[in-house]
């Protein structure tokens, strides 16, 4: 049995009840129609325009994006701005994978194909696309939002077709750093301020070998006043030296600048070095975040003492999740032993209320 809607109810039942009405009552059904027309409306606005998915490398769908952004009722109920760095290539270098084979062969022969295809070819004129990213978030300002901005690598299209028909799309080789700042750039000058920006993807990087201060300025004004950042870390440490010598240490002395964060999420891709050896997430302790509730390491090197230090530095802090941990301990001051009970051991000793380790090894004695 259908449900019976408002539009399928015949014109005449509201013709009936008019003239079963007195005049006094007119403006009161005109008022209700009025209010049911505004809750429909913004029940739509809210299932198709509260989330878009906008890829920065395709010139029409920022262009798109702009009278939906700037419309006043459907870019009003804009909360999440989804924006993909990576760039669809020519469908003619799509290939077939064999749907016979795992999820794990596939998705490996597709990363074997895609190494094939990639044609190097960077963004030519990367200044239409920032001017036009700017102008949405401009927009999105204007209605006085603070949109969740998240930055993707992995398009829709690319897992459907994976799922349903074996078929790879090939990607371009996108500089996802360089992908990366276009976006922070826009967010800085158009004065959006996003309530969480979030790299979904561990593909998606911020290469701390190759910041200057132009970075570090576009990385100070786009993400101050957020309260939620989930970043991506890489950084090569072939070439010797610590992280203060390359600078990077100023990237951590941004983020704690921030004084509206209270969630933040870091990941080290140390570019295919073992776990820990370039261990660049250890100085993020060493700066002071004076409101953080959440803190998240993954694939960390740590000191348990320099740990423990920053938790009892940081009061606000309530959740700590260490994920893929190398924690490292003298064998006299031991944190707790060895493989067993990290979690109460913290919690004992510190004041916060939820601590979530998983995936960590132990290194005694350095």
């Keep these: 049995m259908t449900t019976p809607t408002l539009i399928g109810i015949p014109p005449e039942v509201f013709e009936r009840i008019a003239q079963l009405s007195d005049d006094a009552d007119l403006l009161a059904i005109r008022l209700v129609c009025r209010e049911a027309a505004s809750k429909v409306l913004r029940t739509y606005t809210e299932v198709h325009f509260s989330r878009r998915h906008i890829y920065l490398h395709r010139e029409s769908d920022l262009r798109a994006a702009i009278p939906v952004a700037k419309h006043p009722v ?12 990576d760039q669809l290539q020519d469908p003619a270098t799509s290939v077939m994978v064999d749907r016979s084979l ?26 239409t696309h920032l001017q036009l990213l700017t ?64 790299m ?61 964060l209270t969630h933040l999420d870091l990941f080290e891709a140390p570019n295919d070095l073992p776990l ?24 960390a090197c740590l000191r348990a003492s320099a740990l423990l230090n920053f938790i009892q530095q940081t009061p606000q802090l309530e959740h700590l999740s260490l994920v893929d941990l190398e924690l490292i301990q003298h064998a006299t001051h031991s944190l707790c032993a060895e493989g067993k009970g990290l979690e109460a051991a913290i919690q004992q000793r510190t004041h916060l209320s939820r601590v979530e380790v998983s995936g960590f090894v132990w290194e005694q004695n350095i």
């Design 200 to 260: 979904v993807d561990a593909e998606e990087q911020i290469n701390l070998n190759t910041l200057v201060q132009k970075d570090l300025h576009i990385f100070r004004e786009a993400l101050d006043g957020t309260s939620k950042v989930v970043l991506n870390i890489k950084f090569d440490n072939k070439d010797g030296g610590s992280v203060v010598d390359h600078g990077a240490w100023k990237f951590f002395e941004v983020i704690a600048s921030n004084l509206a």
């Design 102 to 127: 795992s999820e794990e062969a596939r998705l490996e022969r597709a990363d074997q194909l895609n190494a094939i295809f990639q044609k190097q070819e960077q963004l030519k004129d990367i200044s």
């Design 135 to 198: 102008i949405v978030f401009a927009h999105t300002r204007r209605h006085g939002n603070h949109p969740v901005v998240t930055v993707d690598s992995d398009p829709p299209e690319l897992r459907a077709n994976l799922d349903t028909c074996g078929l790879y799309i090939a990607w371009e080789n996108t500089d996802h750093h360089k992908s990366l700042l276009v976006i922070l750039e826009a967010l800085a000058l158009s004065g959006v301020k996003p309530s969480a920006f979030e």
């Design 74 to 85: 459907f870019g009003a109920a804009l909360s999440e701005l989804v924006i993909n760095v």
């Design 276 to 299: 820990g050896q370039s261990s660049v997430l250890r100085h993020v302790l060493d700066q002071r975040f004076r409101l953080l509730k959440k803190l998240v390491l993954r694939r």
